[in-house]
């Protein structure tokens, strides 16, 4: 069996060959879940390899697989790569790929054999839809259709193509010929046309059926109702959704109620498994929702272990599908660019279609009505909390109220019997992958093996200079060595402009960012120019630069900047008695640095015993219904 990916991700089944221990060994068997049996192919030995072990390590200050840059990809190079995957996808899938099946494709799409070949091997090699975009040459022009061009083709598809005429390729490509004959441009070539067409069928099957062979045929690429199309596998498909929990936390020192957290919630639909949450005070928006999705497809052996949980959590891996709801965040640009690079098939639920995600919604609702038993619970509603003072019973603080989750989810509902299922979501998911004596499993997993990358991009991006004293990001300085080759670099599109580079950065901790080298195609991690400046979050920075702002100090910079926020500390220790909202910065600060070394990363570890749990009763998972699409 082929493995396609093989530097960020690897497909985990019985024979692809993985990197292990500096060997390479042949998956036999999946023994469990969490571990597979190899043979080493040097010492032809039989091992039993942890998932959690097929990890890249971070190669000193830069990660160690290169590749593109996600916004430093235009939209058109986005639609080459998408149009190239559509081409070559049927070749991808299959077992036995035979000479004869790529001649076939390249009769019919008339891409040559040999560029055939070529994106098929740039695609095995990374695994990943970048791999895809055409290579800038030095010696040649760019071949991309000029757009007056793209806007004819894109006119005559929508025209001609799209109609209940139902006009054969050759007959639309023929006004395509007349109207660029017309405008005196110059035709494309007949099979570009033939593969515009043949990606927009791919991409849109619904619309395409709708404006060819009407509403009818159009229901035919419609989910049935109360089933869930190309859920019947483990990660297939992964709802995402948050809310606002019905209780008050308080901070962690002076126990001061501080609000309500958000919690926004992975499920895998297939086995109901929760794989993924992230909690905090901020409102929803990218970074949490990158956060987890990241959770969610990373291992999470190392957050167990910190949080001294035993319970078997062995969900990992790249989802097929994530359906999220339409709110603007999901539609970030470095959540839509991360989707499509690591081959996820992003999807935003309808408006006013709440059933859309009816899996997650239904969760989250019998979750809130579990919370309700806190102590500090705000109910629903005014009417159902009567006099109860919720800020008064507030006990919990936020790491508390995550383990009281923990519990709840990995320890009760994962292992209780799900009415729909028949089983528990645990047993659901582990059937799913070993299979049992009347199904087989699916006997795959697309793991990730280089988890920084992953976590990278889904991180917020800005664009910068960089300058003989290094890179400014909010008047915060950042400087390596590295950086010399790129100081005052000329913009290539136009000389009279410096050059600005991509940087990544986590908001969490802004003592270092990610810089992205566009020579060699890696990232640099650069800390602080001043190492002795502490590690501050951006909400933090924020907070410091108001209150500088308050202060009316004009000449703002970085040194003001640290002695302010020394200043601030200060003062907040000096407090006898925290307000609110001084609680809430404080607390923000304490969640956003101890976030740091809790990502849910693949790596190693040992489990240990965990404390007494506490008591969780009146908890019914059955109460989660199926998913259920009515007709749009």
Not at 321 to 335: M, P, V, Y
Not at 469 to 481: L, P
Request: charged residues 25%.
């Amino acid at each position: 069996m082929k493995n396609p990916v093989s530097l960020s991700a690897t497909l985990i089944a019985p024979g692809a060959v993985v990197p292990f221990k500096q060997s390479e060994c042949r998956i036999l068997s999946f023994r469990d879940v969490d571990h597979i049996v190899a043979e080493d192919l040097f010492t032809r030995s039989i091992v039993v390899i942890p998932l959690s072990e097929l990890t890249v390590a971070d190669n000193g200050q830069k990660l160690s697989t290169p590749g593109r840059d996600l916004e430093s990809i235009s939209a058109e190079q986005w639609e080459i790569a998408n149009e190239r995957l559509t081409i070559i996808r049927p070749l991808l899938e299959l077992e036995d790929r035979s000479d004869q099946a790529v001649r076939t494709v390249a009769t019919e799409t008339g891409v040559s054999r040999a560029t055939l070949y070529r994106w098929i091997a740039s695609f095995e090699e990374s695994g990943k839809v970048s791999s895809l975009v055409r290579k800038q040459r030095d010696d040649t022009g760019s071949t991309r259709l000029a757009e007056p061009i793209e806007q004819v083709i894109r006119h005559v598809i929508k025209k001609y193509h799209l109609s209940a005429k139902k006009l054969r390729p050759q007959q639309s490509y023929t006004k395509l010929l007349l109207l660029c004959r017309r405008l005196g441009l110059n035709a494309p070539h007949k099979s570009t046309y033939v593969r515009r067409i043949k990606s927009e069928a791919a991409r849109n099957p619904e619309e395409v059926a709708r404006a060819r062979d009407g509403r009818n045929a159009a229901l035919r690429h419609r989910p049935l109702r109360g089933s869930i199309p190309g859920a019947d596998t483990p990660y297939a498909l992964i709802q995402i959704d948050h809310t606002m929990v019905d209780v008050i936390l308080v901070d962690e020192v002076h126990r001061v109620p501080i609000g309500r957290p958000w919690i926004t919630i992975a499920i895998d639909v297939f086995s109901r498994m929760v794989v993924g949450w992230y909690i905090a005070f901020d409102p929803p928006g990218v970074l949490g929702t990158g956060i987890c999705i990241s959770n969610a497809i990373l291992g999470k052996n190392t957050w167990l272990n910190e949080h001294q949980f035993n319970h078997e959590w062995p969900c990992a891996g790249l989802p097929g599908k994530i359906h999220a709801d339409n709110a603007k965040e999901f539609r970030g640009t470095s959540l839509a660019l991360a989707c499509q690079e690591w081959l996820i098939n992003l999807q935003f639920r309808k408006l006013k279609k709440p059933n859309y995600g009816a899996h997650i919604e239904r969760f989250l609702g019998t979750l809130l009505t579990e919370i309700h038993t806190l102590d500090g619970t705000t109910f629903s509603s005014a009417n159902q909390r009567e006099n109860y003072n919720s800020e008064a019973n507030a006990t919990m603080t936020i790491s508390e109220f995550e383990r009281w989750l923990a519990e709840l989810i990995l320890g009760v509902y994962h292992n209780r019997k799900h009415s729909e299922l028949g089983t528990s979501p645990l047993a659901k998911y582990r059937e799913g992958i070993l299979g049992t004596a009347d199904s087989p499993g699916i006997g795959a997993r697309r793991l990730v093996t280089d988890p920084t990358r992953l976590m990278i991009d889904f991180l917020p991006t800005v664009s910068r200079t960089v300058q003989t004293s290094g890179i400014q990001i909010d008047d915060v300085f950042y400087y390596d060595d590295v950086l010399q080759t790129f100081i005052g670099t000329p913009d290539p599109e136009n000389a009279h402009q410096t050059r600005k580079f991509i940087c990544k950065r986590d908001p969490r901790d802004i003592s270092f960012i990610y810089f992205y080298d566009p020579n060699n195609a890696i990232y640099h991690r650069i800390p602080y120019r001043n190492p002795s400046h502490p590690p501050m979050s951006l909400w933090e920075l924020r907070a410091v630069r108001r209150w500088l702002k308050e202060q009316s100090d004009e000449n703002i910079d970085e040194e003001a900047m640290f002695r302010a926020l020394e200043e601030m500390h200060e003062i907040e220790e000096k407090a006898k008695r925290l307000t609110r909202k001084q609680a809430l910065e404080r607390e923000r600060r304490r969640i956003h640095a101890s976030k740091l070394s809790q990502r849910m990363e693949v790596g190693k570890s040992t489990v240990s015993p965990p404390p007494t749990p506490p008591v969780i009763d009146s908890y019914d998972p059955d109460d989660i219904e199926p998913y259920d699409v009515d007709d749009l």
